[in-house]
């Protein structure tokens, strides 16, 4: 059927977009909304890595929310299933993926950063050494893939940096269940919104990225593809006064606030003997399982 998507397709028009081999990415994704996909899931995962080539990263949200539901929670890396669609619970079970260690914000990686990525996540889902602060430092694109705006995760980033009002810090008693099947203590802090929480703008933030020309848009089948760098969301949005980021800061301070940020201050406090200005050690205190050599 002509109007059918195949790997070969998508791989070109993921190219057309600007994906280029070599790249990290952070992928969302809806599969319905590209319209028929031969071989399905697994044929834009295919074509993602096509794309990358050896020398890339393919990441994803493997979220796993039902636990937020739970007064007892145990996560299972190796079984939870991913929340987050289709083309994620095909990364997940690929033969060499990486997964993080999170109660509800674990993510899979596939690639040459694969286990750079996930090796660490730390008790809060934005950890200074964690999965989504990698993707800073390693440059990494965002695609959203039949997904608006709201479903950016990384942009959460801002909201903990600039300390908005309407989330705040707990614990969560949890669990993580080991390879080999013993379960021990998963140290949990979630970031979640409080009754002043009339929902984010992650929209509105997806659109100021689109007004500076940093977002490239274009189609993969029937689905408005979005692509842009972590980097640039991080340092535009956290600079102009928004309900995510209602603390401007230029970007000097933006960098030094996220040095300083509460959540890298409560891990060092919580979790690591660390009390030098590297933090970063300290953090490193969930080891990923492999699930799928
Ligand atoms: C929730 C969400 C995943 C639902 O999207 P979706 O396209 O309906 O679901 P999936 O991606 O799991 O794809 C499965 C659907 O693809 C469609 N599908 C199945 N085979 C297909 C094929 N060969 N070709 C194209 N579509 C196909 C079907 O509609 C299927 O739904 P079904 O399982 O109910 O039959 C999506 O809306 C979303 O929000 N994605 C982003 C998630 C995220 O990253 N969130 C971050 C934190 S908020």
Not at 196 to 210: A, I
């Amino acid at each position: 059927m002509e109007d059918t998507l195949t790997r070969t397709k998508i791989a070109a028009a993921l190219r057309a977009l600007g994906l280029a081999p070599g790249a990290a990415v952070f992928v969302h994704s809806a599969m319905s909304s590209m319209g028929h996909v031969a071989g399905g899931a697994a044929a834009v995962v295919d074509a993602l890595i096509d794309v990358l080539g050896p020398a890339g990263t393919l990441v994803v949200p493997t979220f796993t929310f039902i636990h937020g539901r739970s007064d007892n929670p145990v996560f299972d890396p190796a079984g939870d299933p991913s929340e987050m669609g289709r083309i994620t619970e095909e990364t997940r079970t690929r033969a060499g993926a990486r997964r993080s260690c999170h109660l509800l914000h674990s993510v899979a990686a596939l690639g040459v950063h694969a286990e750079e990525i996930a090796a660490f996540h730390g008790p809060s889902a934005w950890a200074a050494d964690g999965p989504f602060w990698k993707l800073h430092d390693l440059d990494a694109h965002i695609l959203l893939l039949g997904v608006p705006y709201l479903r950016c995760t990384y942009f959460h980033l801002l909201e903990q940096l600039v300390q908005v009002r309407y989330r705040s810090w707990r614990n969560v008693e949890a669990r993580v269940r080991e390879q080999d099947g013993s379960i021990r203590p998963l140290p949990t802090f979630v970031y979640s919104p409080g009754p002043s929480f009339v929902g984010n703008d992650f929209n509105k933030l997806g659109n100021l990225l689109e007004e500076r020309g940093l977002v490239r848009v274009g189609n993969v089948g029937n689905a408005v593809a979005r692509l842009f760098r972590a980097r640039d969301a991080f340092d535009l949005l956290g600079a102009i006064p928004t309900r995510s980021a209602p603390v401007p800061l230029d970007k000097r301070s933006l960098h030094a606030a996220a040095r300083r940020h509460p959540d890298r201050r409560t891990q060092q406090r919580k979790v690591g003997p660390g009390s030098g200005t590297d933090l970063r050690p300290a953090m490193r205190i969930a080891r990923a399982p492999k699930f799928a050599d």
